[in-house]
């Protein structure tokens, strides 16, 4: 599946409970994704399932501020998008 259809899905699906929720509350609820994420990296849940709840949490929270996936990913379509290589050779590290 395409980002772009992905995030269309999830808005379809999702966007008026979400905004009825507000960015706020949506952005916790994917914030708590995240965490269940870290939970089945220990061995704690289905990871292929948690992590896609975090991809669906995150277009929820694109939609409601307005922001594409497609565009946001596209930054990295050549590498990194600091010095532009594949792999990164940025001497700055998180």
């Given at each position: 599946?395409?980002?772009?259809?992905?995030?269309?899905?999830?808005?379809?699906?999702?966007?008026?409970?979400?905004?009825?929720?507000?960015?706020?509350?949506?952005?916790?609820?994917?914030?708590?994704?995240?965490?269940e994420?870290?939970?089945?990296?220990?061995?704690k849940?289905?990871?292929?399932?948690?992590?896609?709840?975090?991809?669906?949490w995150?277009?929820?929270?694109?939609?409601?501020?307005?922001?594409?996936?497609?565009?946001?990913?596209?930054?990295?379509?050549?590498?990194?998008?600091?010095?532009?290589?594949?792999?990164?050779?940025?001497?700055?590290?998180?």
């Amino acid at each position: 599946m395409e980002i772009a259809s992905f995030q269309q899905t999830i808005r379809d699906t999702y966007y008026d409970r979400d905004a009825e929720r507000g960015v706020d509350g949506t952005f916790r609820w994917f914030t708590e994704e995240v965490g269940e994420v870290a939970g089945a990296l220990r061995g704690k849940g289905d990871l292929m399932h948690e992590i896609g709840d975090v991809l669906a949490w995150l277009a929820s929270v694109a939609s409601l501020v307005g922001v594409s996936l497609d565009e946001a990913a596209a930054r990295y379509a050549n590498g990194c998008p600091r010095c532009g290589s594949k792999p990164c050779t940025c001497a700055f590290v998180r």
